[in-house]
């Protein structure tokens, strides 16, 4: 059974740092891509960066451009999301979401592409 489990959020103050983890178990195929979604209160749930399987091909969505970045540790089976010069905009339930599907930049946003999603991890930014 495929599991994805968010760790590592938390509160922080604006202009501060979080690293989310996004540890995966479970699967006997390989999937194609793992990808951070948020979601704020009262919006939509949103793409915030992408990482292929195979290929390594990184996507970033435009308001996180330069001060996120998306990484991967192999042997620990495990994505990283380095969040960096937060602001309170960015305050949101974040999660990790695989899946089997090719996607490419102009898919990549799109949860209905996602099989698989983890529980979620929150983030809050204030001062």
């Known amino acids: 059974q495929v599991h994805l489990v968010e760790s590592g959020g938390g509160s922080v103050q604006p202009g501060g740092s979080l690293r989310l983890s996004c540890a995966v178990s479970?699967?006997?195929?390989?999937?194609?891509?793992i990808t951070w979604f948020r979601r704020a209160p009262g919006k939509e749930r949103a793409a915030v960066a992408c990482?292929?399987?195979?290929?390594?091909?990184?996507y970033y969505a435009d308001f996180v451009q330069g001060r996120f970045s998306i990484s991967r540790d192999d042997a620990k089976n495990t994505i990283y999301l380095q969040m960096d010069n937060l602001n309170p905009e960015d305050t949101a339930n974040y999660y990790c979401?695989?899946?089997?599907?090719?996607?490419?930049?102009?898919?990549?946003?799109?949860?209905?592409?996602?099989?698989?999603w983890g529980q979620g991890t929150q983030v809050t930014v204030s001062s």
């Open positions: 979401a695989a899946t089997i599907v090719r996607v490419h930049s102009l898919t990549y946003i799109d949860p209905d592409m996602y099989a698989y």
């Open positions: 479970g699967f006997t195929f390989d999937y194609y891509a």
């Open positions: 990482l292929t399987s195979k290929e390594g091909t990184t």
